[in-house]
């Protein structure tokens, strides 16, 4: 009698230089002058995310500090606004990740919104101790929007990692 699960497929090992790749898209596209529109998703905060769950040994703290520093620079921000919360996303992440990854994609989004959120709490806290003004509830769409992106993310980031589908008769696995 056949099993009647279906087995997820097994992925190839993620190449160093298609992660590095993905996160100077998404640091790109910050930079972008439409990724102050409201609605428009952090792409850092959801790329590193997704690294960080997936490939927390190789995508972590250092990895968020250093595109949080670019960020920083790149907006004009306080220095540290989005270090600080891309470190603290990344940290929460990767400390989650085996648990995250349990889940199925929808469950997973719905997981990944929280932090996505105290990622833009974070920054909207360090915005106002510093006299900034509050930039409107619409501010935290955002995170909503990135956590809606995370099936498409997922699928693409995850596309040069699928192996053939054609089986050899050979081969146990």
């Known amino acids: 009698m056949q099993p009647t699960y279906s087995s997820s497929r097994i992925l190839l090992p993620v190449r160093p230089w298609f992660i590095f790749l993905s996160?100077?898209?998404?640091?790109?596209?910050?930079?972008?002058?439409?990724?102050?529109?409201?609605?428009?998703?952090?792409?850092?905060?959801?790329?590193?995310?997704?690294?960080?769950?997936?490939?927390?040994?190789?995508?972590?703290?250092?990895?968020?500090?250093?595109?949080?520093?670019?960020?920083?620079?790149?907006?004009?921000?306080?220095?540290?606004?989005?270090?600080?919360?891309?470190?603290?996303?990344?940290?929460?992440?990767?400390?989650?990740?085996?648990?995250?990854?349990w889940f199925p994609l929808a469950q997973q989004a719905l997981q990944v919104l929280p932090l996505l959120m105290l990622c833009q709490a974070v920054q909207l806290a360090m915005r106002l101790l510093v006299g900034g003004d509050f930039p409107g509830w619409s501010y935290f769409v955002g995170p909503i929007i990135a956590s809606l992106l995370w099936f498409p993310a997922t699928f693409i980031l995850l596309l040069p990692q699928y192996q053939p589908v054609e089986q050899d008769p050979n081969r146990p696995i």
């Open 23 to 101: 996160l100077i898209i998404a640091l790109l596209l910050n930079f972008l002058p439409t990724s102050h529109w409201p609605g428009v998703p952090d792409w850092v905060a959801l790329v590193l995310c997704f690294w960080s769950v997936r490939e927390f040994r190789r995508v972590g703290m250092g990895w968020a500090f250093v595109l949080g520093l670019l960020m920083d620079v790149a907006d004009g921000a306080v220095l540290g606004q989005h270090c600080f919360a891309y470190v603290l996303l990344a940290y929460l992440t990767a400390s989650l990740s085996r648990r995250l990854l």
